[in-house]
């Protein structure tokens, strides 16, 4: 069992940044590879960015490209994200999850544990 507890969210005007956090305990950290997520009023959760479990392989949306940085810290049994030049339509729930290696790294169901999410508010 891994329990996932994300923190950093707030209100930001559009072009600023947030640094999120997510906190694992339980089974081993580094044997996951992990994930973020978020999900807007109405839609969908979707995929954000990936970090693999050592942490050399990211993946991105194509709408954070650019703009956000996943980073992982094994030894504190934490991941990051990294929000720059965020934008009104950034705005929404902000979840980190984790999952076994192999499985597909932008699918929600290849993800075994979630967080409760922190919001992320970008004013215009």
């Known amino acids: 069992q891994v329990q996932l507890v994300e923190s950093g969210g707030g209100l930001v005007q559009a072009g600023g940044s947030l640094r999120l956090s997510c906190a694992a305990s339980g089974r081993t950290f580094s044997t996951y590879a992990m994930g973020w997520f978020r999900q807007a009023p109405g839609k969908e959760r979707e995929f954000v960015a990936s970090?693999?479990?050592?942490?050399?392989?990211?993946y991105y949306a194509d709408s954070v490209k650019g703009r956000f940085t996943v980073s992982r810290d094994n030894a504190k049994s934490s991941v990051y994200l990294q929000m720059n030049s965020l934008k009104p339509e950034d705005t929404a729930v902000y979840y980190c999850a984790a999952r076994s290696a192999g499985s597909s790294y932008n699918i929600v169901g290849s993800y075994d544990y979630w967080g409760q999410g922190t919001q992320v508010t970008v004013s215009s």
């Open positions: 970090i693999s479990r050592s942490g050399v392989i990211t």
